[in-house]
């Protein structure tokens, strides 16, 4: 089984500001996608950004950029020019090929809040 | 955009009562999850369902039953509430077979036991 691991319980930045959110897995797969969520204070969870494993070139979204390490198994989450919308719960998701009920492992999440 | 409903935001029930939590889809996805929030604990999955009437356990089954008659709902049972299964209830639904495009959430059920 794999596992997903979020180092920063909770993070505090400056609005404007650039922020890394760090992740890191462990797994055997080779084949496999990555992925970030963010549930804001609304409680919804929506994606914001996700990665296959075998591609090499990091995945952007607008501000929203990662930094994949497959040798590593990290993947970190970079916000660029923060706002306040971005406060929220981030948790990053590692999904295997093949599915099935243990194919999906959250990370415990990262409280990310905005300052202004 | 797919939307994914479930039917109460907040819920108190008492200890021992029988519980049921709603979730509806409305973009014939195959997959469907019930996940359980606490904090400091993250996303942990009770159950699993890729068809109509086909379930997998989760990491946390335990105390819990589903039950997924149509293509677009499933529902979370409580058979007998407890205080320990006080938590945030997130259902959630993806498309593909395969298991790899990504989850869509419903807002959660605040479940309180009392």
């Known amino acids: 089984a794999q596992t997903v691991t979020q180092s920063q319980p909770e993070m505090s930045v400056q609005e404007a500001e650039t922020v890394t959110l760090s992740c890191t897995y462990d797994?055997?797969?080779?084949?496999?996608?990555l992925f970030w969520y963010k549930q804001p204070p609304s409680r919804q969870m929506i994606l914001v950004i996700r990665?296959?494993?075998?591609?090499?070139q990091n995945a952007t979204e607008n501000r929203f950029s990662v930094n994949f390490q497959k040798a590593a198994k990290s993947f970190s989450l970079k916000i660029s020019d923060s706002q306040l919308g971005d406060t929220a719960m981030y948790f990053c998701a590692f999904m295997r090929t093949g599915g099935g009920a243990d194919g999906l492992t959250f990370g415990k999440g990262t409280h990310l809040i905005i300052q202004p | 955009d797919v939307k994914v409903t479930q039917s109460s935001r907040y819920l108190v029930k008492r200890t021992g009562e029988k519980v049921f939590l709603e979730c509806v889809q409305d973009?014939?996805?195959?997959?469907m999850f019930w996940y359980r929030q606490d904090p400091g604990l993250g996303l942990r999955l009770i159950y699993f369902?890729?068809?109509?009437?086909?379930?997998e356990k989760g990491d946390i089954p335990e105390g819990y039953s589903v039950s997924r008659e149509k293509k677009e709902r499933f529902s979370l049972i409580l058979e007998s509430a407890s205080t320990n299964q006080t938590s945030m209830y997130l259902c959630?639904?993806?498309?593909?077979?395969?298991?790899?495009?990504?989850?869509?959430f419903g807002n959660g059920t605040r479940l309180t036991v009392t």
């Open positions: 369902s890729y068809d109509v009437k086909m379930k």
């Open positions: 973009m014939d996805h195959e997959n």
């Open positions: 990665q296959e494993a075998y591609k090499q």
């Open positions: 959630a639904s993806s498309l593909s077979p395969d298991y790899n495009s990504p989850l869509h």
């Open positions: 797994t055997s797969e080779n084949n496999y996608y």
